[in-house]
């Protein structure tokens, strides 16, 4: 699986089923352009039990609003469509994984 871009119109349908790592980021964020390559790779090791979704905060204010995103990249683990895990900041590989198997 490759790491799926969602918009406000797309994200219930995207998140609601299974294991899924939101990624809430802006284009002209540095730290997430940083974590973009940590995300592709972890899609490569865990793309079979995790889906991964990038959303645009400047693009899409109605999502990110929703969840209360104040800073990015925020990383939302979500299970069958509720948030189960927060995370903001640059992570690295490691700490998404653990992050994620808690709830695979």
């Known amino acids: 699986m490759a790491v799926l871009n969602v918009t406000d119109q797309t994200f219930t349908a995207e998140t ?4 899924v790592l ?6 002209w ?3 997430c352009k940083m974590i973009a390559p940590v995300l592709e790779e972890l899609d490569q090791d865990m793309g079979n039990q995790v889906k991964i979704v990038k959303i645009d905060v400047d693009q899409n204010q109605e999502t990110a609003n929703k ?3 104040m800073s990015i990249p925020t990383l939302l683990v979500m299970k069958n469509g509720k948030v189960v895990n927060t995370l903001v900041g640059l992570r690295s590989k490691e700490a998404l994984e653990e992050a994620l198997n808690k709830h695979i």
């Open 22 to 27: 939101a990624d809430f980021f802006a284009t």
């Open 67 to 69: 969840f209360g995103i």
């Open 16 to 19: 609601n089923n299974g294991i």
């Open 29 to 31: 964020c540095g730290p």
